[in-house]
């Protein structure tokens, strides 16, 4: 259940509720927006009545929560989340642009990414180093050497650094180097992943399985919430249908009935529900149109020689054209594209 508090309540009359709640074997959520103070008494509430909490100093009104996802709803949170990065905020106004190769594969590729896709006008670096590949003898990555490399790119570019997290035993490697952990598409439904990570404050960006429904997407988020990491970022990146023209299906759908379900930005990945480079732009276009607060594109620059994912990579010139474009649209819904504002150094960001 959540309970609004009034406008004037005091501090004091919110400490109460929440020692209530506690009282009452809940967890407790406290959501300060610039209207109200929402307290999320998360837990088997069916048995607690509302009027334990209803004739409390300072209460407004006790709600039922009826989605079975609790802190990912708007119920709990109306307002718009918005999700710290270097000088930006994702879900706001800004719309980010995350680009980078599908695999680091050495110094000088990425390095070279990097730049072209900073200069394009990217606010954010992805590249993979922990690969989950449908074949075991595929590329599986460079593990920290790769995170290494990142983080050079980080320092020159000064753009965030996006990184793949396959096992709850990266988590500490991970969180060291990389400022958003992307959770894949195989892994949206492994929970123990998704629970080290909720006991994380590092950024997350988790994509929607290949045969997951919104509201799987949306439990598999409440698992990160609960444990108390708020900077949850959605991911739509095509889902598996009957059609085999493209590797996946875009859901475009999914963008407006996720912002109208939940709080927490929403990204979309035009490369994997696409699968072919030269439908990433017009993919992109259209998720910008539809309301996506982020795109995470993949860009190489020789997609012909890229050790995974070469066929759905944009060249930098082609991403640099694609930017163009989709900050054009951002205008006229009212938006821009979200730059970096600062510089990254061994120190942490300037």
């Not at 050079?152 to 490697?173: C, F, H, N, W, Y």
């Not at 994380?200 to 409440?222: D, P, Q, W, Y």
């Not at 889902?239 to 990204?267: C, G, Q, Y």
Request: proline share 4%.
């Amino acid at each position: 259940m959540m309970i609004i508090m009034k406008s004037n309540a005091t501090p004091q009359q919110t400490e109460a509720v929440i020692a209530s709640v506690k009282e009452a074997g809940l967890n407790v959520h406290l959501s300060q927006g610039v209207e109200a103070t929402i307290i999320g008494a998360i837990g088997e509430t069916h048995s607690i009545p509302l009027e334990r909490f209803e004739g409390m100093d300072g209460v407004d009104v006790v709600q039922r929560i009826t989605k079975p996802y609790k802190l990912a709803s708007r119920q709990f949170h109306p307002e718009d989340s918005l999700v710290p990065l270097d000088g930006f905020h994702v879900g706001g106004e800004d719309i980010a642009v995350i680009a980078g190769p599908c695999s680091v594969e050495g110094r000088s590729q990425i390095l070279e990414t990097a730049q072209a896709v900073k200069e394009a006008g990217a606010s954010a670096l992805r590249g993979g180093v922990f690969k989950p590949r449908t074949s075991p003898y595929s590329f599986q990555g460079l593990g920290e050497e790769g995170l290494e490399l990142l983080a050079e790119a980080r320092e020159k570019t000064g753009l965030p650094i996006v990184a793949e997290i396959m096992s709850q035993v990266q988590v500490d490697v991970m969180v060291k180097y990389v400022d958003v952990l992307q959770v894949g598409a195989r892994n949206m439904q492994n929970f123990n992943l998704l629970r080290a990570i909720g006991e994380t404050r590092t950024a997350v960006l988790l994509k929607r399985g290949l045969s997951a429904s919104v509201e799987e997407l949306l439990m598999s988020a409440e698992y990160i919430l609960a444990g108390g990491n708020n900077r949850v970022m959605l991911c739509e990146r095509g889902i598996r249908t009957f059609e085999t023209s493209t590797r996946n299906t875009t859901d475009i759908n999914a963008i407006p009935v996720l912002k109208s379900l939940t709080h927490l930005p929403v990204i979309l990945d035009p490369s994997h529900s696409t699968g072919y480079s030269e439908f990433v732009a017009a993919i992109a276009r259209a998720g910008v149109a539809a309301g996506a607060d982020g795109l995470i594109v993949e860009v190489h620059p020789d997609p012909a020689k890229a050790v995974s994912d070469g066929r759905q990579s944009l060249k930098p010139e082609a991403f640099a054209a694609m930017v163009k474009q989709v900050g054009q649209i951002a205008q006229v819904m009212g938006r821009k594209l979200a730059t970096v504002q600062g510089e990254y150094s061994k120190n942490g960001w300037a």
